[in-house]
């Protein structure tokens, strides 16, 4: 609805002139003054389209009042139509066009001419309104968009710094986004990466929000959270921020580019830490090999050398006892080298049917001597618990490696360490609580501590390799990685429990067998003995001192020779005078092999026994290859005696 104002000192002018307004003029709004100070105030408050303004007035012409309306901010853009019925002269419509006027008409005014001129004056108005604003709204989207491409500017060059923190990055973008919005005083930001958060100054969460995710490799890694407050919201003028807002989506780019970047930061990372760890285990791993092979050694001479004491001894001797406990101990010492071995990958383990109450109870003895009295330890095993097919030193391993954690999660205040056996029965009702594992009969294993606990957000990580909560030094990250592969290759699972400041509880289940453990009995019947020629090659002089005596015992007659090169020699003179050729494996001069296949080219048939304690040097399918036999060391006398009946007696060529 167009709004003019007339000013004129004459009322009925006024009446006259509304009338033919409100007639000619659609859906008109005319105001009237009587006076140009009046008229001033009434443009002022009104701010109409078009001014009919006459010229001759009393206190102020119409020439003050015009001059007065276009030297206001507020009235400058209305315009004025001068309306004179005295001066018509050319000056006098100079004068009025100068005072700011834009139109002048002279009384008599002619209706159609008036109707026209004003007319003419809205259409002016409304243009001159619509480019002012389209102006107004140029220059903020100009203004903004500077705002926008300087916020882009500053962030770009900020992920570009190499040594700054992830932390000091998005913050830093944070504070960057902030001046960048339409309205910084009422927005509130907050960008949350990586279980991190990350808030403008005096943040507070509204109803009005925006969301923009942050994805990297198509998984949402992160969120970008734009606040606007009550007051800007109820505001009808305010541009809500949109999702695909050009400036919002430059800002999400460049967030996930940091974001893709600190991953593969830190994957290189993991990479790196993996490797040197890997690299750390490895060599660990030959080290412990080493260890383990020298040790067999030497277990070798002394079990060679207490076998071939108790067979020399009566049964009613009375040093039988302790060279039997002695016997007992260096049994315990083998199976630990081949823990070692099975550590550094040089050993196959072999399953057989195991009763894992035996393996508890040893665990739980060996525990009692090396955890301080602050750790008290309890164990419940039920003697129905039946057997399973394990490797007897891997099942050892699974125990001890959690009950060392039990003590490491209680070494600072002490506590109850509980090893409970029981057997238990897996109905397919149980299968979505453990839907790795077929219906049946189950030893059930648990380890308990009254420790620590274990976080919330670590306790999905601590089976994966490399992962550890433990100070440097403390933790290789390797355990319970194991723990859970030797699991899962007995068909078993395993679950764990905890809650901080509650302990943790560990269970396992392994599938139970029906088969039952078969008794072995060695005794001195059961030697295989025999009167053939010998020669056995060792570079380690007490092995070959104490094999000589233990070949002679079994009745065969004995060469034995430290070098094998000199052993190799011996053979090319008297290749038929040797039924048989036992040699260790790792010598100084020339390994086993080397010396087995020399010996072959001078002796085609000659029966072999290579003695070693690297499996990873010689095993079953190596030594099948070879056509030889293979024992591992220590051995004992029973399984020397029917190793060398074997190989004697034709089973081997």
Do not use: W
């Amino acid at each position: 609805m167009p709004k003019i104002l007339a000013i004129d000192d004459k009322k009925d002018n006024l009446i006259s002139i509304s009338a033919l307004l409100k007639a000619l003029v659609p859906d008109c709004n005319v105001i009237t003054s009587q006076s140009g100070a009046e008229g001033l105030q009434k443009a002022e408050n009104e701010l109409p389209d078009t001014i009919l303004l006459d010229i001759k007035m009393p206190q102020m012409d119409g020439y003050e009042v015009c001059n007065r309306l276009k030297s206001n901010e507020k009235t400058k853009h209305i315009p004025v139509i001068m309306i004179s019925a005295i001066r018509t002269e050319s000056e006098d419509l100079v004068k009025g066009l100068g005072s700011g006027a834009d139109a002048y008409l002279a009384k008599p005014i002619d209706e159609h001419v008036l109707v026209a001129q004003v007319n003419t004056a809205l259409r002016i108005k409304y243009a001159e309104d619509h480019l002012r604003k389209q102006k107004d709204q140029l220059e903020h989207m100009v203004q903004e968009r500077t705002k926008e491409l300087r916020c882009l500017y500053n962030i770009s060059n900020l992920i570009e710094k190499p040594d700054l923190l992830f932390e000091d990055v998005i913050q830093g973008i944070v504070n960057f986004i902030l001046p960048a919005m339409p309205y910084p005083q009422d927005t509130y930001l907050r960008i949350t990466l990586k279980d991190k958060v990350f808030t403008t100054d005096k943040f507070c969460e509204t109803a009005s929000k925006q969301t923009s995710s942050i994805v990297v490799d198509g998984k949402q890694k992160g969120v970008l959270e734009i606040f606007l407050s009550q007051q800007v919201k109820n505001n009808d003028n305010v541009c809500y921020l949109k999702e695909n807002n050009d400036f919002i989506f430059n800002i999400i780019n460049k967030i996930e580019k940091v974001a893709e970047r600190i991953e593969v930061k830190e994957e290189k990372e993991k990479l790196e830490a993996q490797l040197f760890q890997s690299q750390k285990m490895e060599s660990l791993g030959l080290l412990a090999g080493g260890i383990a092979h020298d040790f067999n050694n030497i277990l070798f001479a002394i079990m060679g050398n207490i076998e071939l004491s108790l067979y020399s001894l009566p049964e009613s001797s009375p040093l039988r006892k302790h060279l039997d406990g002695a016997m007992k101990a260096l049994k315990r010492a083998k199976e630990m080298v081949q823990q070692i071995l099975a550590f550094s990958r040089q050993s196959n383990v072999e399953k057989k049917p195991v009763n894992v109450q035996f393996i508890v109870k040893e665990v739980g003895k060996l525990l009692k001597s090396s955890i301080p009295a602050t750790i008290t330890i309890h164990q419940k095993i039920d003697s129905d618990a039946g057997n399973i097919y394990a490797a007897p030193s891997q099942i050892h391993q699974i125990i001890m490696n959690l009950a060392t954690n039990a003590f490491h999660a209680m070494e600072k205040n002490g506590g109850r360490l509980e090893l409970n056996l029981s057997r238990v029965d897996i109905s397919s009702d149980q299968l979505s609580i453990h839907p790795d594992i077929q219906p049946g009969k189950y030893i059930k294993l648990t380890i308990s501590d009254t420790g620590q606990g274990i976080k919330k957000e670590i306790i999905g990580k601590i089976f994966d390799p490399y992962f550890t909560s433990k100070a440097v030094g403390k933790g290789s990250g390797l355990g319970l990685a194991v723990v859970h592969g030797i699991v899962k290759n007995h068909k078993g699972v395993i679950t764990v429990d905890s809650q901080p400041g509650k302990g943790s509880i560990f269970t396992i289940l392994l599938p139970e067998i029906e088969e039952k453990i078969a008794e072995i009995k060695e005794t001195k019947d059961a030697l295989f003995l025999g009167n053939e020629t010998i020669l056995f090659v060792d570079d380690d002089e007490s092995i070959a001192k104490m094999m000589k005596r233990m070949l002679k015992k079994m009745g065969y007659q004995v060469e034995v020779i430290t070098n094998p090169e000199e052993a190799l020699d011996l053979f090319i003179k008297k290749a038929d005078q040797f039924d048989l050729v036992i040699t260790d494996m790792t010598m100084p001069q020339m390994t086993g092999a080397s010396l087995s296949e020399n010996l072959r080219k001078i002796r085609h048939d000659i029966p072999i026994i290579i003695c070693t304690g690297y499996t990873n040097l010689l095993d079953e399918e190596k030594s099948e290859k070879m056509n030889v036999l293979y024992l591992m060391k220590p051995v004992t006398f029973v399984d020397m005696a029917k190793t060398i009946r074997k190989a004697l007696d034709g089973i081997i060529s």
